[in-house]
C-alpha cells in the first residue's frame, strides 16, 4: 500500500509561546495527535520588534509558498493591527489556494463598522477569499452575517479548548478569600474596573486580590499606588506553568469585567478547577456562564453589581460548593482533545 504525503498546512498568526489567547490555540493545534497526520507550518506575525517581524513573515511567507506549496492557509485574526498584519495574505493569495478563516476577536465587528468604505470592502474580499470561517463562539456567527454578509453555512463555530490536566486541582487554601483577574491589561478587558472593584471592597477583611496578565505593567502598578491598595492586592503580571497553577488553586473566585470577550480560555481554566465566575453580558461570557450554575453574570459596567455577587459567594459555601462540581463537569466540554477533533473535521471536509 502507498503511503501518501502528509497534508500542509500554513498557520498564519502569534507564533507559538508569544502572550495571549491565540498564541495558546496555534501552540494546541502543533502539538496535538493531528501533527501525525497533517504537516504543519507555523508563520509568525507578530512580536516585540513589530515591523521587523511583519516584515520577516511576508519574506518566510514568500519562501514557504514557493518551496513549501501549503494544500491549506489558517488564518488566525484578531481585529486592528491583527488585521492589516494579514491583509498581504489576503491580497496575494491565490483564489485556487483553500484558505481558513479562524476570527477569535469579539471586538472585529467594532474595528470593521470604524472603517472607511474601501477599507471594509477588503475586509469583505478576505472574508469572501475564504472557503470556510471558523468562529469561537455562537454570538459571532449572527454579527459576521449582520456586519459582512457572511452566510451562515460557511460559518463554523469551534470553541476552543484547554489541556485540563495541565492542572493539579490542588487546592491551596491560604486563609483568605482571593480572587483573581487574568486578562490583558486594557480598559476593554475591564482592567480598570477590576480595580474600582478592589477599592470599592477595600475594607473588608479577609479578601484579596490577584492580578495576573499582560500590559502596562507600571501603568497598573502606579494606579494601585495612587489608590493604596497594595495592601490588599497581589500583582503578578504575566504568569504560566507552574506560577499559573500555584495561583489557580489558591484562587476562589475569577473576575471577568471584559467588555469585548470572544471566547476566554482562561474562563475554561478556572472551569476546570471547579472556579466560579462572575462577568459581564458581553461576547461569549453569558454563552459560557450560566447565573447560579458556573457563577454570575451581570449588566455591563455595573461594578456593584458584582461586588453583591461576590458577598454573596464568599457568604455561601454550599453555593460555591455546587459551582465547584458543575464548573469541573463543564470544563471537560472544553478540553483540548474536543477542539483538536472539531478542528480536524474542518480540515478533513477541505480536501
Known sequence: MLMTDPKKILIIGPGIGQKGGISSVVESIYNSNINLKYKFIILNTYGKKRIF??????????????????????????????????????????KKQKLIIHLHSGKFFDFYDSQISFMKRLIKYSFNKADKVIVVADFLIDELYAHIGIKKDKIIRVYNGIDITNFSNNKNYDGCFNILYMAKFCKERGIYDFIDIIELMKDIKGIKFIIAGYGDNDKIKNI???????????????????????VLNSTQLLIAPSYYESFGIYLIEAFSLGIPVIGYDKGSIPELVSNGENGYVVEAGNKKAIVDNILKLKADKYMRDRIYSNNIKKSKKFSSDNFIKCLDEVYCDMF
Request: glycine residues 4%.
Open 53 to 94: 517581524t511583519f516584515l520577516k513573515s511576508i519574506f518566510k511567507f514568500i519562501k514557504i509558498m514557493h518551496k513549501e506549496n501549503p494544500n491549506l492557509i489558517h488564518i488566525n485574526l484578531s481585529s486592528y493591527g491583527s488585521f492589516y498584519r494579514k491583509l498581504f495574505f489576503f491580497i496575494f493569495l491565490s
Open 224 to 246: 494601585l499606588k495612587k489608590k493604596n491598595l497594595f495592601h490588599i492586592t497581589n500583582f503578578l503580571g504575566w504568569i504560566s506553568g507552574e506560577v499559573k497553577d500555584r
